[in-house]
């Protein structure tokens, strides 16, 4: 299994965890082997990659962990791409480049489920990540626009329109969906959780530094006028691509107005999930954060950063009361959004039972599903 693994990052880990409940359960693997240094979430032998291989950015460990990837494909009957936003972006020296022709020269099927593909960063990154993606037999998309992207391209392969790993989070971890989370009482102290955004590439500095004041001193405001705590889930913890800083200042900006909790990526998935199912609110930059949050039947908002935010909250019916613009600059409008989830009955059209269902059609929809035939109408 390949992806965005190693990076400290709640949502990709939560992917492995997915990945390995469910190509056992649904696809009969007996050692499903994540090219990922060791988490707090995956027993030892899962994992093959050795952490010194994530601790800079040179040539020699590029090189290093390039090899070790080798190594364990040599050792493997087929290849996964497992979730997230791995197809945007493809340099010629691309390790994609790799796995297209070990699959290509060894015969061993190669997979993509729970993926997006694009928006992509320049029509040389399409170029090259157009042919790596017609050398995949399958591929499961987690969003409408994502399975649009593959049929303009000419995608030869088995398309399954289907859904973000996540959503058979509960199950990998042995839970039913929860109930949805019910308003709190009038006067009863309610807990918003929050995840921010520590580094965003595509946005100029003078809009990271706007969005990031009107959210905190959004949450300020609304816990200095409302009954609630904050829990800060800090959902990427990597030293230059994470969200410790910017977590940082808000858990200051509220820590004498009310009680404080902070959870992050290196307390593993589990906990983090564990804690937004304690939330009655969310506000989320974080995808995942929000992924959780909906999962967990927490009413949230959720800045869409990304395109790939757009995607989710669309493919959920997100309800407008319940949106955000991508640069929010008016402190006044966040905690307006927030305070109306204390009341407001609103939530997505899309229930998380066929989120969930969604999910699933990554694994039995494959043609390699126990028991279960390819569905000629997945594509």
Known sequence: MVGYYGMENVGDNAFCVVLDWATRTYWGATHPVFAAPPMVDLPEASVGMSPRWYGGRGASDRAGALLSKAALLSRSSMLVFGGGSVFRDMGPLSEKKLFSLFSRFSGHPMAAVGVSIGPF?????????????????????????????????????????????????????????????????????????????????????????????????????????????????????????????????????????????????????????????????????????????????????????????DDFLDDIDQPPSLRLGRVPEDPAEVTRVLTGMLTDDAVPGLTREEFAERARWNFTRAPWALGVAADPSAG
């Open 121 to 309: 960063l320049s029509t040389a990154a399409e170029r090259r990540l157009v042919e790596v993606l017609k050398r995949i037999d399958v591929i499961g998309v987690r969003d409408a626009a994502s399975a649009e992207v593959l049929r303009r391209a000419g995608y030869p392969g088995l398309l399954i329109p289907a859904g973000d790993l996540a959503g058979l989070l509960p199950e990998a971890l042995g839970e039913p969906i929860p109930p949805r989370r019910p308003r709190p009482a009038p006067g009863a102290r309610a807990r918003l959780g929050v995840t921010l955004l520590g580094v965003d590439y595509e946005a100029a500095a003078p809009d990271v530094r706007r969005r990031e004041a009107a959210l905190i001193e959004g949450v300020r405001a609304l816990v200095l006028k409302e009954p609630v705590d904050v829990t800060v889930l800090v959902f990427n913890t990597h030293a230059e691509h994470g969200d410790e800083q910017v977590s940082e200042r808000l858990r200051a900006a509220v820590a004498d107005t009310c009680d404080v909790r902070v959870v992050t990526a290196r307390d593993g998935v589990r906990a983090c999930w564990d804690e937004m199912k304690r939330c009655d609110l969310g506000l989320h930059m974080r995808l995942h954060g929000a992924v959780f949050a909906y999962l967990a039947g927490v009413p949230f908002a959720l800045v869409p950063y990304q395109q790939k935010c």
